[in-house]
């Protein structure tokens, strides 16, 4: 099994778009990662947890899974950093590998001393880039595909139905 856990506000104030919707609506910018990591999960198989700060949203340690994504809003005073690595030493194991997102140097150099494999928020983002437009291709194929004959024909009879079509006989 592989596991990302992912730096939240980290990756949002990385991403050139998240980055743009947090300034006007940091909300919105948490829930298009969570999309955008769904996605990921979904394309990759990979259990993605994303950890977010409590200090933008104050009060209690809140976990909840949104398209079967783990969202963990830290308790307060305490760090996403602080959770992730509690959580890399916690799920590391055999045959467990997992990967931490964060582009904080300290960060991926303490996790990647827990036995986590680091990726740079930047990876992160052309790996998503690349899976949202392989998901875009299988989508347009698919609509070609339903666009075209549900019957397969022989060249030969193809033809034939063609010339019948323009009104050659």
Do not use: C
Request: proline residues 1%.
């Amino acid at each position: 099994m592989e596991i990302l856990l992912v730096d939240g506000y980290n990756m949002i104030g990385d991403w050139p778009d998240l980055r743009i919707l947090r300034d006007k609506d940091l909300a919105a910018a948490r829930d298009l990662l969570v999309d955008k990591m769904a996605e990921y999960q979904a394309y990759t198989g990979m259990r993605v947890i994303i950890v977010f700060d409590a200090h933008y949203v104050p009060g209690t340690e809140t976990k909840f899974k949104n398209y079967r994504i783990e969202v963990i809003f830290t308790k307060e005073n305490e760090s996403a950093d602080e959770r992730i690595e509690k959580l890399a030493k916690e799920l590391k194991n055999i045959r467990t590998k997992v990967h931490v997102a964060t582009s904080d140097f300290l960060e991926q150099w303490v996790t990647f001393g827990l036995g986590a494999l680091r990726k740079s928020a930047r990876e992160l983002a052309i790996e998503v880039n690349q899976i949202e437009k392989r998901i875009s291709q299988k989508v347009d194929d698919m609509q070609n595909e339903r666009r075209s004959s549900s019957l397969l024909l022989s060249e030969e009879v193809a033809e034939i139905f063609e010339k019948w079509r323009r009104g050659d006989r």
